[in-house]
Nanobody, 122 residues
């Protein structure tokens, strides 16, 4: 599967952005999907994940209550709605996919998209 993330940009603190991740190929619904972010010089940080059907979601404590992950399997697309953005949310955001169910627990994904930059000004 190939992943294409988009939707990043510059926003003021307190604002909102919606990221999208479009997957190529078939059987999008067989992939666990996730969002990660990375600040230069730091490791990649888990943000959120969603299971095959979209019935279960998981969030990092730092974004819980502000970010919402969702997916539309008919459109091969995953989303990350980001509200009440903070300057510390500034990072490159990456989408990821994997077919293994254990990925839900390990957060080790095999497929990655390119990053989309989110910049939150104070």
């Amino acid at each position: 599967v190939q992943l294409q993330a988009s939707g990043g940009g510059l926003v003021q603190a307190g604002g909102s952005l919606r990221l999208s991740c479009v997957a190529s190929g078939r059987r999008f619904s067989t992939y666990v999907m996730g969002w990660f972010r990375q600040v230069p010089g730091k490791g990649r940080e888990f943000v959120a994940a969603i299971n095959f059907s979209g019935s279960s979601t998981d969030y990092a404590d730092s974004v819980k209550g502000r970010f919402t992950i969702s997916r539309d399997n008919a459109k091969n697309t995953m989303y990350l709605q980001m509200n009440t953005l903070k300057p510390e949310d500034t990072a490159d955001y990456y989408c990821a996919a994997d077919q293994k169910l254990v990925t839900w627990y390990t957060r080790q994904y095999n497929y990655w998209g390119q990053g989309t930059l989110v910049t939150v000004s104070s």
